[in-house]
């Protein structure tokens, strides 16, 4: 029998909380409490940062977390990377665990390789690790694992196994990552699934981008819940697993009964996963109390929304339709992790709805002025979609540029961003904002909401894994 996401959340607290002791603490927002230099919480380590540098500040000295992130800005950016690879996501769950000065690189690697080939039986034979090139410690540690041999231990360079949380200062180190072997050589490069991060918190980077070495060193890891469950459930991709399933079963009948044609076959076409995952992310958000806007995370929201509609639009809805998926999101959660997504549910689902009317109307007439684009060249041939055609979908008919790209490359155009900057600029001079109609509704009702004290500001409210408590 294979293992469920849910049994997969249990099995992984109760063996740092059980088995060695750990704290469980409950994911924090995916806002971010008092850190400018971040859009959104992006790894379980965000809500810790500070022990890292001061561990004596930390109320406990080992933590377990399952920590809702979010990739969809800044240094982690995973938004052009869903629907399209096996294991990128905008939402995502992290399951971590953490040590602020209590055990270091030896029992970290230990715990990750006993809980991946003991607790959940993951055969050792399909499983590869990476170290930093400079970090022999970490691979003498990992040679002397069971089951490990030389030729799987695979020294690298700083670009992927140096962690760091954003540009900015803040904590960082040597990581070691635990792969898993997919088998399919088909896939090149993809054929290894990277499913654990140990990273190593030795330095602090500065201000002024300098290393500090920090007092002791940490551990801080993460594991992806989605990549895990595809690899316990035995799928090519993470969209193949329990997690999504009755969201596109959900797509599915919507889409039978608007009487578009749909196929069980989620693969053919990036626009159902686009949709699935951007719903779990708008729904995530605003539950978080973001509201759409014109800027910062509420513009990062609007784009995930209007990404997904347009998404929609291309499988054949020509009405709103995110809301009807709302209750097989859910469904997805029926294990009561999330029990704030059905208590929040009318809120979540009103902005989603606004939102989704204010662009319906306005969607088909953007693409409408963009099709005929691609039927023509210019002059020298190139496949540049004209920077004042750019321009008006984002500011007559509210397309984010990251949306118009997105179209353009399905074509294998491109979009000339820098003369679109020139027009959005020379706008800003002129001082005319955009779209405003739409968006202050969204943002009237937000006010409302505020003063009804509806969305709770920046607390995490995870229920607690090991006593089912919520807060
Ligand atoms: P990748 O190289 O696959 O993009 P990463 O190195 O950027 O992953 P880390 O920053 O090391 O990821 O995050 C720790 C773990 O979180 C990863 O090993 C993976 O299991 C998971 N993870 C990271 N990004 C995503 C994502 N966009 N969607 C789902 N899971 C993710
Ligand atoms: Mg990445
Ligand atoms: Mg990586
Ligand atoms: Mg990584």
Known sequence: RQMTTPELRRDFTE?????????????????????KSLMFTNAGMVQFKEYFRNPAVAPFKQATSIQKCMRAGGKHNDLDNVGYTPRHHTFFEMLGNFSFGEYSKSKAI?????????????PKDRLRVTVLASDQESYELWRDQEGVPEDRIIRSGAKDNFWTMGEGAGPCGPCTEIFWDTLNDDLGEDRWLEIWNLVFMQHYRNDQGELENLPIVC????????????????????????????MFEGLHKIMTEAGIESSR??????????????LRAMSFLIADGVIPSNVGRGYVLRRIIRRALRSGNQLGF???????????????????????????????????????????????????????VFKQKDLSGAKQVPADIAFKLYDTFGFPLDLTVLIAEEREWTVDLVAVEALKQKQREQGRASWKAGSSLVLAKAQEWKEQGIFPTFSGYHRDMLTGQSS
């Open 110 to 122: 230990q715990m990750a390789w006993r809980f991946l080939t003991e607790v959940i039986k993951l």
């Open 318 to 372: 020509t009405k709103p339709f995110m809301t009807e998926l709302y209750p097989y999101l859910l469904e997805s959660f029926n294990d009561g992790s999330y029990p704030d997504m059905e208590a929040r549910q009318d809120p979540i689902k009103d902005v989603i709805r606004q939102e989704e009317e204010i662009f319906m109307s306005t969607l088909s007439k953007g693409l409408a002025l963009l099709e005929p």
């Open 15 to 35: 063996f740092f909380v059980k088995e060695h002791g750990h704290t469980s603490v409950k994911s924090s927002s995916l806002i971010p409490h008092n850190d």
């Open 219 to 246: 551990v801080d890891t993460g594991m992806g819940l989605e990549r895990l469950a595809a690899v316990v459930q035995n799928k090519e991709n993470n969209f193949e697993t329990d997690v999504f399933a009755p």
């Open 265 to 278: 076959d989620i693969n053919a076409t990036p626009h159902k996963k686009i949709i699935v995952d951007h």
